[in-house]
Protein backbone atom coordinates (compact mmCIF):
# COMPACT_ATOMS: atom_id res chain seq x y z
CA UNK A 1 0.00 0.00 0.00
CA UNK A 2 0.80 3.38 -0.46
CA UNK A 3 2.95 4.84 2.45
CA UNK A 4 2.70 8.80 3.38
CA UNK A 5 2.90 11.08 6.63
CA UNK A 6 0.17 13.01 6.90
CA UNK A 7 1.16 16.63 6.83
CA UNK A 8 -2.63 16.77 9.01
CA UNK A 9 -2.58 13.50 11.48
CA UNK A 10 -4.92 16.09 14.21
CA UNK A 11 -7.72 17.96 11.61
CA UNK A 12 -10.92 16.49 11.58
CA UNK A 13 -13.60 17.36 9.16
CA UNK A 14 -14.39 20.24 8.91
CA UNK A 15 -16.86 21.60 11.86
CA UNK A 16 -19.06 23.50 9.29
CA UNK A 17 -18.95 20.29 7.13
CA UNK A 18 -19.89 18.21 10.59
CA UNK A 19 -22.63 20.99 11.28
CA UNK A 20 -24.24 21.02 8.09
CA UNK A 21 -24.88 17.14 8.10
CA UNK A 22 -26.51 17.23 11.22
CA UNK A 23 -28.64 19.73 10.08
CA UNK A 24 -29.45 18.05 7.19
CA UNK A 25 -29.76 15.09 8.92
CA UNK A 26 -32.05 16.26 11.69
CA UNK A 27 -33.75 18.87 8.81
CA UNK A 28 -32.89 21.84 11.43
CA UNK A 29 -32.46 25.59 9.91
CA UNK A 30 -28.82 26.20 9.51
CA UNK A 31 -27.30 28.86 11.12
CA UNK A 32 -23.87 27.91 10.80
CA UNK A 33 -21.88 28.19 7.62
CA UNK A 34 -21.48 31.81 6.70
CA UNK A 35 -23.16 32.23 3.64
CA UNK A 36 -26.62 33.94 2.80
CA UNK A 37 -29.58 31.62 1.78
CA UNK A 38 -31.23 34.74 -0.37
CA UNK A 39 -30.66 35.55 -3.84
CA UNK A 40 -27.71 37.97 -4.69
CA UNK A 41 -28.42 40.88 -7.43
CA UNK A 42 -29.61 39.64 -10.60
CA UNK A 43 -28.20 42.60 -12.43
CA UNK A 44 -24.68 41.28 -11.39
CA UNK A 45 -25.56 38.04 -12.89
CA UNK A 46 -26.46 39.87 -16.20
CA UNK A 47 -23.44 41.26 -16.14
CA UNK A 48 -21.76 38.32 -16.04
CA UNK A 49 -23.75 36.79 -19.09
CA UNK A 50 -23.34 39.86 -20.74
CA UNK A 51 -19.20 39.25 -20.49
CA UNK A 52 -19.41 35.73 -21.48
CA UNK A 53 -21.57 36.82 -24.87
CA UNK A 54 -18.83 39.73 -24.98
CA UNK A 55 -16.08 37.14 -25.26
CA UNK A 56 -14.46 36.94 -21.98
CA UNK A 57 -14.14 33.16 -21.70
CA UNK A 58 -10.71 32.96 -21.80
CA UNK A 59 -7.54 33.05 -19.60
CA UNK A 60 -7.80 36.09 -18.45
CA UNK A 61 -4.54 38.53 -17.81
CA UNK A 62 -2.89 36.30 -14.81
CA UNK A 63 -3.04 39.75 -12.42
CA UNK A 64 -6.55 40.34 -13.20
CA UNK A 65 -8.63 42.06 -15.79
CA UNK A 66 -6.83 45.79 -16.07
CA UNK A 67 -10.19 47.72 -15.65
CA UNK A 68 -11.34 46.08 -12.42
CA UNK A 69 -8.00 46.75 -10.88
CA UNK A 70 -8.68 50.16 -11.86
CA UNK A 71 -12.01 50.55 -10.13
CA UNK A 72 -10.22 49.01 -6.99
CA UNK A 73 -7.26 51.43 -7.12
CA UNK A 74 -9.97 54.41 -7.29
CA UNK A 75 -12.09 52.94 -4.38
CA UNK A 76 -9.10 51.79 -2.45
CA UNK A 77 -7.80 55.54 -2.27
CA UNK A 78 -11.09 56.84 -1.87
CA UNK A 79 -11.78 55.27 1.29
CA UNK A 80 -8.60 54.58 2.65
CA UNK A 81 -6.51 57.60 1.41
CA UNK A 82 -3.94 55.50 -0.04
CA UNK A 83 -3.18 55.11 -3.53
CA UNK A 84 -1.77 51.37 -4.89
CA UNK A 85 -1.00 51.06 -8.70
CA UNK A 86 -3.49 48.95 -10.34
CA UNK A 87 -0.64 47.63 -12.96
CA UNK A 88 2.09 46.44 -9.58
CA UNK A 89 0.11 46.71 -6.30
CA UNK A 90 -3.30 44.73 -7.24
CA UNK A 91 -4.19 41.09 -7.93
CA UNK A 92 -7.40 39.29 -8.83
CA UNK A 93 -7.35 35.85 -7.28
CA UNK A 94 -9.83 32.98 -6.78
CA UNK A 95 -11.20 34.14 -3.83
CA UNK A 96 -10.31 35.35 -0.35
CA UNK A 97 -9.03 31.44 0.96
CA UNK A 98 -6.25 31.57 -2.14
CA UNK A 99 -5.26 34.58 -1.52
CA UNK A 100 -4.73 34.04 1.63
CA UNK A 101 -2.53 30.94 1.16
CA UNK A 102 -0.75 32.43 -2.34
CA UNK A 103 0.51 35.10 0.53
CA UNK A 104 1.52 32.46 3.10
CA UNK A 105 3.37 30.09 0.77
CA UNK A 106 5.21 32.97 -0.91
CA UNK A 107 7.04 34.39 2.44
CA UNK A 108 6.65 31.56 5.10
CA UNK A 109 9.62 29.39 4.91
CA UNK A 110 10.17 26.23 6.87
CA UNK A 111 10.46 26.66 11.14
CA UNK A 112 9.15 30.64 10.20
CA UNK A 113 6.50 31.25 13.41
CA UNK A 114 3.24 32.91 12.03
CA UNK A 115 1.54 34.77 14.54
CA UNK A 116 -2.72 34.90 13.97
CA UNK A 117 -5.23 35.86 16.78
CA UNK A 118 -7.38 33.24 18.58
CA UNK A 119 -10.17 32.53 18.30
CA UNK A 120 -9.81 32.46 13.92
CA UNK A 121 -10.87 32.06 10.81
CA UNK A 122 -10.22 28.10 10.39
CA UNK A 123 -8.17 28.16 6.74
CA UNK A 124 -5.18 30.07 8.47
CA UNK A 125 -3.75 27.58 10.34
CA UNK A 126 -3.60 25.20 8.16
CA UNK A 127 -2.36 27.09 5.44
CA UNK A 128 0.53 27.37 7.96
CA UNK A 129 1.07 24.36 8.42
CA UNK A 130 1.02 22.98 4.72
CA UNK A 131 4.07 25.11 3.63
CA UNK A 132 6.25 23.91 7.00
CA UNK A 133 5.68 27.44 9.06
CA UNK A 134 4.29 27.13 12.97
CA UNK A 135 0.87 28.67 13.61
CA UNK A 136 1.07 30.36 17.02
CA UNK A 137 -2.33 31.42 18.31
CA UNK A 138 -2.32 34.28 20.42
CA UNK A 139 -5.64 34.87 22.57
CA UNK A 140 -7.33 38.28 22.11
CA UNK A 141 -8.82 39.48 25.22
CA UNK A 142 -11.98 38.11 26.59
CA UNK A 143 -15.23 38.93 26.86
CA UNK A 144 -14.50 42.13 24.06
CA UNK A 145 -11.98 39.73 21.50
CA UNK A 146 -9.83 43.23 21.16
CA UNK A 147 -6.11 42.43 20.69
CA UNK A 148 -4.28 41.81 23.65
CA UNK A 149 -0.74 44.18 22.52
CA UNK A 150 1.01 43.51 25.55
CA UNK A 151 0.49 39.67 25.07
CA UNK A 152 1.32 39.91 21.10
CA UNK A 153 4.30 41.32 22.19
CA UNK A 154 5.81 38.22 23.95
CA UNK A 155 4.84 36.17 20.80
CA UNK A 156 7.42 37.97 18.97
CA UNK A 157 10.31 36.30 18.61
CA UNK A 158 13.25 36.54 15.61
CA UNK A 159 11.51 33.82 14.14
CA UNK A 160 8.08 35.25 13.57
CA UNK A 161 7.79 36.08 9.75
CA UNK A 162 3.82 37.15 9.99
CA UNK A 163 1.38 38.62 11.56
CA UNK A 164 -2.32 37.30 10.15
CA UNK A 165 -5.10 40.08 10.98
CA UNK A 166 -8.85 39.52 10.83
CA UNK A 167 -11.37 42.87 11.05
CA UNK A 168 -14.20 42.79 11.07
CA UNK A 169 -13.01 39.59 12.62
CA UNK A 170 -14.63 36.43 12.04
CA UNK A 171 -16.66 34.68 14.57
CA UNK A 172 -16.87 37.70 17.23
CA UNK A 173 -17.35 40.76 15.09
CA UNK A 174 -14.87 42.53 16.68
CA UNK A 175 -12.49 45.26 14.80
CA UNK A 176 -9.37 47.04 15.13
CA UNK A 177 -8.80 50.77 15.21
CA UNK A 178 -6.49 53.16 13.88
CA UNK A 179 -4.75 53.65 17.69
CA UNK A 180 -3.86 49.84 18.02
CA UNK A 181 -3.12 49.60 14.19
CA UNK A 182 -0.38 52.11 14.71
CA UNK A 183 0.20 50.14 18.04
CA UNK A 184 0.88 46.97 15.90
CA UNK A 185 3.33 49.02 13.93
CA UNK A 186 5.51 50.12 17.00
CA UNK A 187 6.02 46.60 17.80
CA UNK A 188 6.94 45.15 14.13
CA UNK A 189 8.73 48.15 12.87
CA UNK A 190 12.11 47.32 13.38
CA UNK A 191 11.46 43.57 12.09
CA UNK A 192 10.63 41.72 8.96
CA UNK A 193 7.36 40.66 9.99
CA UNK A 194 4.58 41.03 7.14
CA UNK A 195 1.33 41.80 8.08
CA UNK A 196 -1.52 40.21 6.49
CA UNK A 197 -4.87 41.38 6.75
CA UNK A 198 -8.31 39.59 6.49
CA UNK A 199 -10.58 42.18 5.15
CA UNK A 200 -13.52 40.31 4.15
CA UNK A 201 -15.79 41.56 6.25
CA UNK A 202 -15.09 45.27 4.93
CA UNK A 203 -18.66 46.40 3.88
CA UNK A 204 -20.44 44.80 6.66
CA UNK A 205 -20.03 47.09 9.78
CA UNK A 206 -22.33 48.31 12.04
CA UNK A 207 -24.10 50.98 14.22
CA UNK A 208 -21.83 53.91 12.12
CA UNK A 209 -18.88 52.03 13.22
CA UNK A 210 -15.90 52.62 10.34
CA UNK A 211 -13.79 49.98 8.92
CA UNK A 212 -10.30 50.81 9.92
CA UNK A 213 -7.43 48.93 7.54
CA UNK A 214 -4.19 49.21 7.67
CA UNK A 215 -3.96 49.99 3.86
CA UNK A 216 -4.81 53.75 5.45
CA UNK A 217 -1.47 54.19 7.54
CA UNK A 218 1.34 55.21 5.56
CA UNK A 219 3.56 53.31 8.06
CA UNK A 220 2.56 49.99 7.34
CA UNK A 221 2.47 50.34 3.90
CA UNK A 222 5.33 48.51 2.55
CA UNK A 223 4.74 45.66 5.34
CA UNK A 224 0.94 45.20 5.12
CA UNK A 225 -1.16 42.42 2.70
CA UNK A 226 -4.31 43.42 2.35
CA UNK A 227 -6.94 40.52 1.61
CA UNK A 228 -10.26 40.72 -0.14
CA UNK A 229 -13.47 38.73 -0.91
CA UNK A 230 -16.20 39.45 -3.67
CA UNK A 231 -18.63 36.84 -2.67
CA UNK A 232 -18.58 38.64 0.72
CA UNK A 233 -19.21 41.97 -0.78
CA UNK A 234 -21.60 40.64 -3.18
CA UNK A 235 -22.93 37.55 -1.84
CA UNK A 236 -21.50 35.01 -4.54
CA UNK A 237 -19.81 33.27 -2.15
CA UNK A 238 -19.55 30.20 -4.53
CA UNK A 239 -18.06 32.64 -7.53
CA UNK A 240 -14.63 32.12 -5.01
CA UNK A 241 -13.15 35.57 -6.97
CA UNK A 242 -11.63 38.03 -4.25
CA UNK A 243 -8.07 40.48 -4.49
CA UNK A 244 -4.80 41.33 -2.74
CA UNK A 245 -3.63 44.38 -2.04
CA UNK A 246 0.03 45.03 -1.51
CA UNK A 247 2.84 47.13 -2.32
CA UNK A 248 4.80 46.94 -5.13
CA UNK A 249 7.93 45.06 -3.75
CA UNK A 250 5.28 42.54 -2.02
CA UNK A 251 3.07 41.57 -5.12
CA UNK A 252 5.86 40.98 -7.24
CA UNK A 253 6.60 38.06 -4.89
CA UNK A 254 3.07 37.26 -4.07
CA UNK A 255 2.76 36.98 -8.09
CA UNK A 256 5.24 34.75 -8.70
CA UNK A 257 3.55 32.32 -6.54
CA UNK A 258 -0.85 33.34 -7.81
CA UNK A 259 1.00 32.51 -11.60
CA UNK A 260 1.81 28.92 -10.50
CA UNK A 261 -0.90 28.59 -8.64
CA UNK A 262 -4.27 29.90 -10.14
CA UNK A 263 -2.30 31.84 -13.13
CA UNK A 264 -5.87 33.91 -13.48
CA UNK A 265 -9.30 34.08 -12.16
CA UNK A 266 -12.64 33.56 -13.70
CA UNK A 267 -12.54 36.45 -16.82
CA UNK A 268 -16.28 37.34 -17.29
CA UNK A 269 -16.92 37.38 -13.51
CA UNK A 270 -14.18 40.10 -13.23
CA UNK A 271 -15.48 42.62 -15.99
CA UNK A 272 -19.02 41.58 -14.44
CA UNK A 273 -17.81 43.06 -11.38
CA UNK A 274 -15.68 46.03 -12.12
CA UNK A 275 -18.63 47.13 -14.50
CA UNK A 276 -21.27 46.60 -11.63
CA UNK A 277 -19.23 48.13 -8.90
CA UNK A 278 -19.09 51.24 -10.54
CA UNK A 279 -21.88 52.25 -8.44
CA UNK A 280 -20.50 51.95 -4.74
CA UNK A 281 -23.93 51.71 -3.66
CA UNK A 282 -23.74 48.32 -5.07
CA UNK A 283 -21.81 47.35 -1.89
CA UNK A 284 -22.25 50.23 0.53
CA UNK A 285 -25.34 49.16 1.23
CA UNK A 286 -24.56 45.37 2.48
CA UNK A 287 -24.03 47.36 6.25
CA UNK A 288 -27.50 48.52 6.96
CA UNK A 289 -29.12 45.60 4.96
CA UNK A 290 -27.23 43.07 7.51
CA UNK A 291 -27.51 45.34 10.27
CA UNK A 292 -31.42 44.91 9.71
CA UNK A 293 -30.81 41.29 10.24
CA UNK A 294 -28.76 41.35 12.99
CA UNK A 295 -31.27 43.22 14.79
CA UNK A 296 -34.03 40.97 13.63
CA UNK A 297 -32.52 37.90 15.02
CA UNK A 298 -31.29 39.59 18.44
CA UNK A 299 -34.99 41.28 19.08
CA UNK A 300 -36.49 37.89 17.87
CA UNK A 301 -33.88 36.21 20.95
CA UNK A 302 -35.01 38.60 23.40
CA UNK A 303 -37.07 36.96 25.62
CA UNK A 304 -35.10 33.47 25.19
CA UNK A 305 -32.10 32.67 27.55
CA UNK A 306 -29.54 33.02 24.99
CA UNK A 307 -27.79 36.14 25.27
CA UNK A 308 -26.28 38.22 22.16
CA UNK A 309 -22.45 39.79 22.74
CA UNK A 310 -21.78 42.93 21.16
CA UNK A 311 -20.87 42.76 17.07
CA UNK A 312 -19.02 45.68 15.43
CA UNK A 313 -19.20 43.94 11.58
CA UNK A 314 -19.12 40.77 10.03
CA UNK A 315 -22.16 37.98 9.63
CA UNK A 316 -21.77 36.63 12.57
CA UNK A 317 -23.15 36.79 16.12
CA UNK A 318 -21.96 35.21 19.04
CA UNK A 319 -24.58 33.92 21.75
CA UNK A 320 -23.77 33.28 25.29
CA UNK A 321 -26.37 30.41 26.48
CA UNK A 322 -24.56 29.98 29.78
CA UNK A 323 -27.68 31.02 31.49
CA UNK A 324 -29.30 27.19 30.23
CA UNK A 325 -26.96 25.26 30.17
CA UNK A 326 -23.52 24.33 31.27
CA UNK A 327 -23.18 21.40 28.43
CA UNK A 328 -19.56 22.29 26.42
CA UNK A 329 -20.38 23.91 23.50
CA UNK A 330 -19.82 21.11 20.97
CA UNK A 331 -21.65 19.27 22.73
CA UNK A 332 -24.68 21.97 23.20
CA UNK A 333 -24.31 22.38 19.31
CA UNK A 334 -25.37 19.14 18.76
CA UNK A 335 -27.95 18.91 21.28
CA UNK A 336 -29.72 22.41 19.80
CA UNK A 337 -29.20 20.66 16.43
CA UNK A 338 -30.99 17.65 16.95
CA UNK A 339 -33.87 19.26 20.41
CA UNK A 340 -34.49 22.41 19.18
CA UNK A 341 -33.90 22.48 14.96
CA UNK A 342 -31.37 25.01 14.64
CA UNK A 343 -27.91 24.76 14.18
CA UNK A 344 -25.14 27.23 15.18
CA UNK A 345 -21.29 26.89 15.45
CA UNK A 346 -19.67 25.77 18.76
CA UNK A 347 -16.87 28.82 19.27
CA UNK A 348 -14.49 26.13 20.34
CA UNK A 349 -14.14 24.56 16.88
CA UNK A 350 -12.83 27.42 15.86
CA UNK A 351 -10.22 28.39 18.56
CA UNK A 352 -7.03 26.98 20.68
CA UNK A 353 -7.74 29.39 23.71
CA UNK A 354 -11.34 29.50 24.06
CA UNK A 355 -12.92 26.08 24.70
CA UNK A 356 -15.92 26.38 26.33
CA UNK A 357 -17.02 29.74 27.35
CA UNK A 358 -20.91 28.59 26.71
CA UNK A 359 -20.87 30.16 23.10
CA UNK A 360 -22.02 29.73 19.79
CA UNK A 361 -22.00 31.36 16.61
CA UNK A 362 -25.22 32.16 14.33
CA UNK A 363 -24.35 33.75 10.82
CA UNK A 364 -27.36 36.24 10.44
CA UNK A 365 -26.75 36.23 6.83
CA UNK A 366 -30.24 34.83 6.24
CA UNK A 367 -33.70 35.64 4.81
CA UNK A 368 -36.20 37.19 7.41
CA UNK A 369 -38.27 34.07 7.33
CA UNK A 370 -35.56 32.05 8.16
CA UNK A 371 -34.27 34.28 11.04
CA UNK A 372 -37.35 34.31 12.37
CA UNK A 373 -38.24 30.52 12.10
CA UNK A 374 -35.27 30.02 13.73
CA UNK A 375 -35.80 32.44 16.79
CA UNK A 376 -39.31 30.64 17.43
CA UNK A 377 -37.81 27.70 18.03
CA UNK A 378 -34.90 28.91 19.98
CA UNK A 379 -37.22 31.21 22.20
CA UNK A 380 -38.81 27.39 23.25
CA UNK A 381 -35.42 26.91 25.03
CA UNK A 382 -36.66 26.62 28.97
CA UNK A 383 -40.15 26.27 27.88
CA UNK A 384 -41.05 23.83 25.93
CA UNK A 385 -37.67 22.64 25.55
CA UNK A 386 -35.78 21.93 29.19
CA UNK A 387 -32.13 22.44 29.56
CA UNK A 388 -29.92 19.21 28.71
CA UNK A 389 -28.50 17.47 31.59
C1 LIG B 1 -12.50 35.73 7.74
C2 LIG B 1 -12.71 35.05 6.43
N1 LIG B 1 -11.73 35.09 5.49
C3 LIG B 1 -11.88 34.51 4.30
C4 LIG B 1 -13.05 33.85 3.96
C5 LIG B 1 -13.18 33.18 2.62
O1 LIG B 1 -13.46 34.04 1.58
P1 LIG B 1 -13.63 33.43 0.10
O2 LIG B 1 -14.96 32.74 0.08
O3 LIG B 1 -13.55 34.59 -0.81
O4 LIG B 1 -12.52 32.44 -0.09
C6 LIG B 1 -14.08 33.76 4.91
C7 LIG B 1 -15.31 33.00 4.59
O5 LIG B 1 -16.10 32.67 5.44
C8 LIG B 1 -13.92 34.39 6.16
O6 LIG B 1 -14.88 34.34 7.09
Known sequence: MIQFQSKFPDTPTSIFTEMSQLALQHQAINLGQGFADYPMDPVLIQEVTKAMEAGYNQYAPSSGHLILRERLSEKTNKEHGQYF????????????????????????????????????????????????????????????????????????????????????????????SPAQLLQLHALIRDTNIILMCDEVY?????????????????????????????????NCTGWKTGYIIADKTLTAEIRKVHQNNAFSTFSAVQIAIANYMEDPDTYQRLSVFLQKKRDLLMEALKDSPLKPLPVKGSYFQLYSYADFSTLPEKEFAV??????????????????????????RFCFAKKDGTLEKAAARLRELGRSIQAPR
Do not use: C
Request: zero cysteines; glycine letters at 6%.
Open 85 to 176: DPDTEITITPGATIALFTVIATFIRPGDEVLYFDPAYDSYQPSVIAVGGVPIAVPLNYPDFTLDMALLKTWITPKTRMIILNTPHNPTGSTV
Open 202 to 234: EHVIFDNHTHHSPLAQQVLRDRTVSIHSFGKMF
Open 335 to 360: WLNKEAGVTGIPLSALTEHFGDHQLI
